[in-house]
């Protein structure tokens, strides 16, 4: 079992910024793929971003240039800096690792998530 447990989220105004962390105690993030989901209130969740085991990204196309997907591999931490942020994307944010080399879009294909953190841009 991975425990995987996100902090940094909050309330900003439009056009601020936001740094989401996702800490692995005992597991190395490293080796696997991580991504970052978002649910928006009443809506599906979706993937936002993607960093492979061999640190390459992807991302949403909602969230492309204003979001970047890192890792502290030294320190075992996943971040996703948020910037540009705008009311749409408020939602319930989430890590989560496939623990699989390469990520997939699909939230069924990850079986370890955090337990979310809350953003509210007005």
């Known amino acids: 079992h991975v425990q995987l447990v996100e902090s940094g989220g909050g309330s900003v105004q439009a056009g601020g910024s936001l740094r989401l962390s996702c800490a692995a105690p005992?597991?190395?993030?490293?080796?696997?793929?991580m991504a970052w989901f978002r649910q928006p209130p009443g809506k599906e969740r979706e993937g936002i971003a993607y960093?492979?085991?061999?640190?390459?990204?992807d991302y949403a196309d909602s969230v492309k240039g204003r979001f970047t997907i890192s890792k502290d591999v030294a320190e075992n931490i996943l971040y996703l800096q948020m910037n540009s942020l705008k009311p749409e994307d408020t939602a319930d944010y989430y890590c989560?690792?496939?623990?699989?080399?390469?990520?997939?879009?699909?939230?069924?294909?990850?079986?370890?998530w955090g337990q979310g953190t809350q953003v509210t841009v007005s």
């Open positions: 989560a690792t496939n623990w699989r080399l390469r990520c997939t879009e699909n939230p069924s294909d990850f079986p370890y």
């Open positions: 005992g597991h190395t993030h490293s080796t696997y793929c």
């Open positions: 960093i492979h085991h061999d640190l390459t990204t």
